[in-house]
């Protein structure tokens, strides 16, 4: 199988740096697993068509990882909680 590029925005950097350790642990997690599989996300629509949102429990608290793909990149773009999530992935 081909290596998959992940590649981040600077609003997925800027928020996963104010994470603390074990939320990035479980951010690195998720990553992790829509790298191996891409479909786990729900895909968006009308503005957000093309991106995907994964939600995954994050130090019992429900997280969002937005992100695009294609089979050879991850592209994430946004990480954090619901919200205003949708209103500053749109800004993103």
């Not at 081909?2 to 990553?31: M, P």
């Amino acid at each position: 199988m081909a290596e998959v590029r992940v590649q981040q925005t600077n609003a997925f950097l800027r928020a996963y740096k104010k994470l603390r350790d074990n939320q990035k642990d479980a951010v690195d997690g998720a990553v992790a697993a829509i790298v191996a599989d891409p479909t786990l996300g729900v895909a968006k629509k009308g503005d957000l068509n093309g991106v995907f949102v994964y939600k995954f429990d994050c130090i019992n608290q429900l997280f969002l990882l937005a992100y695009e793909f294609d089979p050879a990149t991850r592209v994430l773009l946004l990480v954090g909680t619901h919200e205003n999530f949708y209103r500053n992935l749109k800004r993103a």
